[in-house]
């Protein structure tokens, strides 16, 4: 059997089903459709002579028969036929359209199946061209997760590739990228997130290397991938070779990286639309560098950083006009985020859609003077929310607001009741997060009557509530809800 086909294989050796509107008589389980396999497949299905004559006929019968009903006499196939003549070009199109689909759909497998329905359709799976997105993440931690499988698969059908997801393929090593990097010459995305096993993975810096010196590469996520050396130097000289092209940056969960990372991305990625180094080992960060390195720059996630910033006045900050998402929040370590460098970290950011300060206690009414006016997700749990800052909140996006996280702040009594009254302002809100606060049954009726559009609400842990509704309600449960509050 050829490599060509052994490789196909592999993408639906877990995919069994087949498609039901299939009428080959040649239709084989698992089988690809070439010739040289169904002459060896002692499964094939015999046919006599006799047999065939009689199914061509039926065949032809029924093609003159529904050419006649309808007048068409120019037409040479059955109607149930003309899936199975499509052009090339126009059936490797909606091929590609497949794998575009969302990543939580299984997509690469649809494709497969396809494949099994007829001959034609096979070829056009098998040809490069049709493969402009992979998303092979669903064979992570599998036995095909392997340096063999992806190798025979670049070299025969990711030729074109232009975006590729090994996600949790622990066993992958140099010898699987070098070989991605030799054969994928058009990859703009690669995602190897979580490609180790324990606390290091079997990939080195020369992989890494290969990749961005072979491919024009604009999206990488090496989120949770900690090389087999120096994980901080090689990133540099990764950036060194392939920074000025990349848009969307990953590095998260890696504790190995260093606070000299920045100073490479200050210096070398000037394109940069998208940087999360989120519960890395990053502490000292210029703001202003990266401000005036990054203009580009449109979602910034330093979450769960022990960071020491070094000062600099809002007043002479650039900002960042372009941002639109922002996720500053600690949990483990205590908060760093002030009102002067959210201010100047937000600056000149109109756009800003998504706000993440949890856990910033020392942010105050000051720093909520934000020039955005299109906020729409704002988490502000474990935030010293007092009644002056939920009215300035409410006042300035309460038309916008469609996620709010108030979950575990403590004001008092009666600041828990302004700041419900507030929240009854925001007509669009769908998500409300009430998790441990000290609201009562009074409250939650308000907001229920008050919110048309509310889809989730979460009242876990909190103390003041009625017994057995404590909990998180969705959709359906939110009218159970209401009903339950009426009758206590």
């Known amino acids: 059997m050829s490599t060509k086909i052994k490789a196909y294989k592999l993408l639906y050796i877990n995919d069994r089903e087949?498609?039901?509107?299939?009428?080959?008589?040649?239709?084989?389980?698992?089988?690809?459709?070439?010739?040289?396999?169904?002459?060896?497949?002692?499964?094939?299905r015999k046919i006599t002579k006799h047999h065939k004559s009689t199914t061509l006929a039926v065949r032809k019968k029924s093609s003159r028969h529904n050419n006649d009903k309808k007048?068409?006499?120019?037409?040479?196939?059955?109607?149930?036929?003309?899936?199975?003549?499509?052009?090339?070009?126009?059936?490797?199109?909606?091929?590609?359209?497949?794998?575009?689909?969302?990543?939580?759909?299984?997509?690469?497998?649809?494709?497969?199946?396809?494949?099994?329905?007829?001959?034609?359709?096979?070829?056009?799976?098998?040809?490069?061209?049709?493969?402009?997105?992979?998303?092979?993440s669903f064979m992570g931690g599998s036995k095909e997760a392997t340096d063999n499988n992806i190798i025979n698969l670049v070299k025969t059908q990711f030729s074109e590739l232009k975006?590729?997801?090994?996600?949790?393929?622990?066993?992958?090593?140099?010898?699987?990228?070098?070989?991605?990097?030799?054969?994928?010459k058009k990859l703009q995305s690669l995602n190897i997130s979580f490609c180790q096993r324990k606390e290091?993975?079997?990939?080195?810096?020369?992989?890494?290397?290969?990749?961005?010196?072979?491919?024009?590469?604009?999206?990488?996520?090496?989120?949770n991938l900690r090389v087999a050396k120096n994980y901080s130097k090689a990133m540099k000289n990764f950036l060194e070779l392939s920074g000025?092209?990349?848009?969307?940056?990953?590095?998260?969960?890696?504790?190995?990286?260093?606070?000299?990372?920045?100073?490479?991305v200050c210096r070398c990625c000037t394109s940069l639309k998208s940087l999360d180094l989120s519960n890395t080992s990053v502490r000292c960060v210029s703001f202003s560098n990266l401000q005036d390195s990054c203009q580009l720059l449109e979602?910034?996630?330093l979450s769960n950083l022990n960071l020491e910033p070094k000062p600099f006045k809002h007043q002479d900050a650039q900002g960042f006009p372009a941002l639109k998402a922002c996720s500053l929040a600690v949990q483990s370590f205590p908060g760093w985020l002030t009102d002067n460098l959210l201010l100047g970290i937000t600056k000149n950011a109109e756009n800003l859609t998504h706000l993440d300060i949890r856990g910033n206690s020392q942010v105050t009414k000051k720093g909520f003077f934000l020039c955005t006016t299109k906020l729409e997700k704002l988490y502000i749990s474990g935030c010293e929310v007092s009644s002056d800052i939920s009215e300035l909140v409410?006042?300035?996006?309460?038309?916008?607001?469609?996620?709010?996280?108030?979950?575990?702040?403590?004001?008092?009594?009666?600041s828990m009741t302004d700041i419900v009254n507030c929240v009854l302002k925001c007509s669009k809100l769908t998500h409300l997060d009430l998790t441990g606060t000290s609201v009562f049954d009074v409250h939650i009726q308000h907001v229920l009557k008050s919110l048309?559009?509310?889809?989730?609400?979460?009242?876990?842990?909190?103390?003041?509530?009625?017994?057995?509704?404590?909990?998180?309600?969705?959709?359906?449960?939110?009218?159970?809800?209401?009903?339950?509050?009426?009758?206590?």
């Open 200 to 223: 290091i993975s079997k990939v080195s810096e020369n992989s890494l290397l290969a990749l961005a010196d072979k491919c024009p590469l604009k999206k990488i996520n090496f989120s």
């Open 71 to 136: 007048g068409n006499s120019d037409n040479n196939y059955p109607i149930e036929d003309t899936w199975s003549v499509l052009p090339t070009e126009i059936l490797s199109y909606v091929f590609r359209l497949l794998t575009l689909l969302p990543s939580d759909v299984p997509n690469v497998r649809l494709v497969i199946r396809c494949a099994l329905v007829c001959k034609h359709w096979c070829e056009v799976v098998k040809q490069p061209f049709t493969w402009k997105t992979a998303d092979l």
């Open 163 to 184: 975006e590729l997801n090994l996600s949790g393929w622990i066993d992958i090593t140099d010898k699987g990228l070098i070989a991605v990097s030799k054969y994928c």
């Open 18 to 44: 087949l498609s039901s509107d299939t009428d080959d008589t040649d239709y084989e389980i698992g089988k690809c459709y070439d010739e040289r396999v169904f002459k060896k497949s002692k499964l094939k």
């Open 244 to 264: 000025i092209n990349l848009t969307h940056i990953n590095l998260s969960q890696n504790i190995a990286l260093g606070s000299s990372l920045l100073t490479s």
């Open 452 to 488: 048309p559009s509310l889809c989730v609400l979460d009242l876990t842990s909190c103390r003041s509530l009625s017994r057995g509704i404590k909990r998180l309600h969705s959709n359906e449960q939110l009218g159970i809800l209401s009903e339950k509050l009426k009758n206590l």
């Open 394 to 414: 409410f006042q300035r996006w309460s038309h916008s607001l469609l996620y709010l996280d108030l979950s575990k702040i403590k004001p008092s009594q009666e």
């Open 299 to 301: 979602e910034l996630y």
